[in-house]
């Protein structure tokens, strides 16, 4: 089993910057990919990054270039650094870890970007 922490989100005003921080826990070893996605209200969960056991990165186009996904393996977190931010990146974001058994997901920390 693996569990997954999160913690970081807030209210930031645009162009602003947060860092949220994902700690895996239990089954370290069953993890393959670890990832982060978001839904704001009305609209499906999308994507915004994830990150392989080999350090391979994929993002969503619209955050390319203002959000960089990154691990540490020693502390078992993912993190994801979010630069530039607009009104339309809030949402609750969810960490997410593709296990051996399974997805696994958190349980959500809100990014709230506005004047």
């Known amino acids: 089993q693996v569990q997954l922490v999160e913690s970081g989100g807030g209210l930031v005003q645009p162009g602003g910057s947060l860092r949220l921080s994902c700690a895996a826990s239990?089954?370290?070893?069953?993890?393959?990919?670890m990832g982060w996605y978001r839904q704001a209200p009305g609209k499906q969960r999308e994507l915004v990054a994830t990150i392989t056991r080999g350090g391979a990165t994929n993002y969503a186009d619209s955050v390319k270039g203002r959000f960089t996904i990154s691990r540490d393996n020693a502390k078992n977190t993912v993190y994801l650094q979010m630069n530039s931010l607009k009104p339309e990146d809030t949402a609750p974001y969810y960490c997410?870890?593709?296990?051996?058994?399974?997805?696994?997901w958190g349980q959500g920390t809100q990014v709230a970007v506005s004047s």
């Open positions: 239990g089954s370290i070893f069953s993890i393959n990919v």
């Open positions: 997410t870890a593709r296990t051996i058994y399974g997805a696994v």
